[in-house]
């Protein structure tokens, strides 16, 4: 019941605190520095997402070490292409649409983080009614690459520990 009434304690009394400080103490203040911190919380309450699960938290750890590889080695992909193919012009730059079998958003957002740190890709757009990635790459060669990359390394893990 306690937890309704006040659904994020601290924050509401922090935001008491803060607006005690800014205005003054006066019995008047507090009743409205706390009348707006219940509100605020309230609003706060209503935005979050339902509690994750995670139903694979091992593949949580061989996502990370795969996803950190794929860093290093796309840096190391991008400095070279820049370094020396950069120079001729033989880069190819493109967009590629990737259909995705993630719904929920929590392991949607996972993932454009990941694409978006990996060097030489960049998540630019998700379609919800489709659920299509629209994907930028920095030098592509095979389309079908990507695709199997996306869904076979990162979203099968995703999947796992998520759904």
């Given at each position: 019941?306690?937890?309704?009434?006040?659904?994020?304690?601290?924050?509401?009394?922090?935001l008491v605190?803060?607006?005690?400080?800014?205005?003054?103490f006066?019995?008047?203040?507090?009743?409205?520095?706390?009348a707006?911190?219940l509100v605020?919380?309230?609003a706060?309450?209503?935005?979050?997402?339902?509690?994750?699960?995670?139903?694979a938290?091992?593949?949580?750890?061989?996502?990370?070490?795969?996803?950190?590889?794929?860093?290093?080695?796309?840096?190391i992909?991008?400095?070279?292409l820049?370094?020396?193919?950069?120079?001729r012009?033989?880069?190819?730059?493109?967009?590629?649409?990737?259909?995705l079998?993630?719904?929920?958003?929590?392991?949607?957002?996972?993932?454009a983080m990941i694409?978006?740190?990996t060097?030489?890709?960049?998540?630019l757009?998700?379609?919800?009614?489709?659920?299509?990635?629209?994907?930028?790459?920095?030098?592509l060669?095979?389309?079908?690459?990507?695709?199997?990359?996306?869904?076979?390394?990162?979203?099968?893990l995703?999947?796992?520990i998520?759904?």
């Amino acid at each position: 019941m306690m937890r309704r009434l006040v659904p994020h304690p601290l924050l509401t009394v922090g935001l008491v605190g803060m607006w005690l400080l800014l205005n003054g103490f006066s019995l008047g203040h507090a009743v409205l520095g706390t009348a707006i911190a219940l509100v605020a919380g309230w609003a706060l309450g209503a935005l979050e997402p339902d509690r994750l699960r995670l139903r694979a938290p091992m593949a949580m750890f061989h996502l990370m070490r795969i996803v950190s590889y794929d860093i290093i080695r796309s840096n190391i992909a991008v400095a070279w292409l820049i370094a020396t193919r950069g120079r001729r012009g033989t880069r190819k730059s493109a967009f590629v649409q990737i259909p995705l079998r993630i719904q929920d958003p929590v392991p949607l957002a996972v993932l454009a983080m990941i694409v978006t740190a990996t060097p030489g890709s960049a998540w630019l757009e998700h379609d919800t009614d489709d659920n299509i990635l629209l994907l930028h790459v920095f030098d592509l060669v095979d389309e079908a690459h990507w695709r199997n990359l996306i869904r076979d390394r990162y979203e099968s893990l995703l999947l796992e520990i998520f759904e």
